[in-house]
């Protein structure tokens, strides 16, 4: 019955997903047409055709950027699982993040001593991980300080979240001092396609792919968050399997992973 419920949930978020990106298409779509009709009525005005240039760029760019985050969506089932030190992954990202949040936003990262490596695939965990804080960006138009962190889990029967069964998990946490969200909106977390922030300024897609990717690698996404509050939202993943040696220095996955 178990597997039937998450087969219907799964059956219900494809028709959502579809129904959106129809929605979505054919808002290009209209844009586009409506662009190159009146182009074709009045080809010699220069100024109104550069304007519906614009307009039809403008419209296919949103199309462009629903289509790449649909395109890693659809990728889930390609994960490539390594063994990740979260460490390294912090720093760096806060290191790249500290360039694109400007400089109203403070980025800290902090791993607890002995958190172990996570497994997961590195390079779709970054994605994520800039997709949350760039949502943390939003949620702080005032500026303030987003908290990346990690921390060993150990999670007893029924104490974690929903779904997700009890054992050792690393949790990467992003925390912000934004606006925080009201009830009704946390409720639709992870529902593709919703999104509170103007047409063309969100796809309501980062979360939905953020949620997907956690439970693909075997883990879940958590939100907490209240208004005026901020945002705390962690990806509970798997830790890497502990090798019963150490690996000869050539075999390092650091090492070998590094780019
Ligand atoms: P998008 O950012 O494109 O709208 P998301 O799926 O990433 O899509 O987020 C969905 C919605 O959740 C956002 O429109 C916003 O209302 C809310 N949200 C997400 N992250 C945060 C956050 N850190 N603080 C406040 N609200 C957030």
């Given at each position: 019955a178990q597997v039937r419920a998450a087969q219907a949930e799964r059956m219900q978020a494809l028709g959502q997903l579809a129904g959106g990106i129809a929605h979505d298409f054919n808002n290009v779509l209209q844009a586009v047409q409506g662009g190159a009709a009146l182009i074709e009525r009045r080809p010699g005005d220069a100024a109104g055709v550069r304007r519906l240039a614009r307009m039809m760029l403008d419209a296919t760019g949103r199309g462009v950027t629903v289509t790449r985050r649909l395109l890693s969506f659809a990728r889930r089932d390609e994960l490539r699982a390594e063994p990740v030190e979260p460490s390294p992954l912090l720093a760096g990202l806060c290191e790249v993040l500290a360039h694109t949040l400007g400089a109203e936003i403070a980025c800290r990262h902090e791993v607890a001593p002995g958190t172990p490596p996570l497994l997961a695939d590195k390079g779709q965990l970054e994605t994520v991980l800039v997709n949350l804080a760039s949502n943390a960006r939003d949620a702080m138009p005032q500026g303030g300080t987003l908290t990346i962190s990690a921390e060993e889990a150990v999670l007893e029967g029924?104490?974690?979240?929903?779904?997700l069964l009890p054992g050792r998990y690393v949790r990467i946490t992003a925390r912000d001092t934004g606006t925080g969200m009201d009830p009704a909106t946390v409720a639709r977390l992870?529902?593709?396609?919703?999104?509170?922030?103007p047409r063309g300024a969100g796809t309501g897609l980062g979360l939905s792919m953020a949620k997907g990717f956690a439970e693909q690698s075997g883990g879940a996404l958590t939100v907490e968050s209240a208004p005026g509050k901020g945002t705390v939202v962690s990806l509970w993943l798997p830790p890497a399997p502990r090798t019963a040696e150490a690996p000869p220095p050539d075999a390092d996955p650091a090492a070998a992973g590094a780019e």
């Open positions: 029924g104490s974690g979240p929903a779904g992870g529902e593709p396609f919703f999104t509170t922030k």
